[in-house]
């Protein structure tokens, strides 16, 4: 059974910095896959944040960022202890969410939601101005 679980939510005041982590268990990195965390604002749509991509037998792969992050967002995976980080740097009012890690064997787009086969079950992010 997969299971993800974020941690590290929290509220701060606008300039500050969280690093949430994402504990995994049970999923098994194939081929091709990916690990992101998205986000959900009340009355909005769930979106991407940010994500990394690997080729296991190619060994390449990569990350990708919203536009609305890049610069101030880092993601980050140790593979030794399971576990997906997103330091999150110069936090904005905006940027108040419900974070959610989520994980595929699968290609597509990095941001595609209905993609992603595995999801946590979120941490909130809260920041005050």
């Known amino acids: 059974q997969v299971q993800l679980v974020e941690s590290g939510g929290g509220s701060v005041q606008a300039g500050g910095s969280l690093r949430l982590s994402c504990a995994t268990s049970?999923?098994?990195?194939?081929?091709?896959?990916?690990m992101g965390w998205f986000r959900q604002a009340p009355g909005k749509e769930r979106e991407g944040v940010a994500a990394?991509?690997?080729?296991?037998?190619?060994?390449?792969?990569?990350?990708y960022y919203a536009d609305s992050v890049k610069g101030r967002f880092a993601i980050s995976q140790d593979n030794a202890k399971n576990t997906l980080y997103l330091q999150m740097d110069n936090l904005k009012p905006e940027d108040t969410a419900m974070y959610y890690c989520?994980?595929?064997?699968?290609?597509?787009?990095?941001?595609?939601?209905?993609?992603?086969?595995?999801w946590g079950q979120g941490t909130q992010v809260t920041v005050s101005s």
């Open positions: 990394i991509w690997v080729a296991i037998y190619t060994a390449i792969g990569g990350t």
């Open positions: 989520a994980a595929r064997n699968n290609g597509g787009w990095w941001s595609d939601v209905r993609a992603y086969t595995y």
């Open positions: 049970g999923f098994t990195r194939r081929s091709n896959y990916y």
